[in-house]
């Protein structure tokens, strides 16, 4: 399997805890297997909210392990994260502190829109679980701002935002394959009778983590050996069997 090499100078990893956040956001984007959500249909609209909100925060990463706590979990507690990160302030207005390009005020001024405006998300479960996925690691990239303005501008477009919708949008910063299908191999290993492809097999098997299969003891499963024709069982004798 070909290992894929994250650009450094698209994911800098600042601190520590950011290579850590990194390697459990690939684990769990990759797996797919997201928590389950506990929560009311607006307290989750609620932690969906303050989660894009939470790059205009002092520190973010305040709000991101807290979030990251319940996210280990099987079931995520939302109004745990909520209650945790009631005392997060998100300051109005343009923030000089860090807003120094044109781009950086008109992102300010966004996000206080943003938070002000009125609108309710609608996802299940596994794409909820795949957005928080993909907005963090849009926070870690280099340029952060670009997923943050888009997602922020999609969300103002309508009252109704659909998380699928968000999920696609932020495929265009995805310079991993984390999110890419698993993709599935087959060895065939061929030969005539004792020359080794059972033990050959299980070997590689074994280094590779891989399923093995072995033919005999399918056709044995199937009762298919006792149609064997000089050593081989013919296509006829396979098409009468099924």
Sequence with gaps: MRKVKI???QYPLYKDSDKVVYTFLEKLGKSKKYPILIGSKEKINAFLKLLVLSQKMKDYRKFRDIALV????KEVNIPTILEKSKNLEIPQGIDESWAIFLQDKRLCELIDTFQ????????ND????????????????????????????????????R???????????????????TRTYFIILRGPLGCGKS???GKISKLLNAEYVAVDRVLDEHNLTKDKEAGYISQKKLHQNK
């Design 163 to 181: 998380i699928s919708k968000l999920n696609h949008l932020l495929k265009i910063w995805d310079y991993t394959e984390i999110f890419q299908p």
């Design 199 to 201: 033990t050959i097999a």
């Design 116 to 123: 002000d405006a009125k609108m309710g998300f609608i996802g």
């Design 7 to 9: 650009p450094e100078w």
């Design 70 to 73: 319940e996210f280990q979990k």
């Design 126 to 161: 596994e794409q909820i679980g795949e957005f928080f996925v993909r907005f963090l690691l849009s926070q870690l990239l280099q340029d952060w701002r670009g997923p943050l303005m888009a997602v922020i501008l999609e969300c103002l477009q309508d009252k109704t935002v």
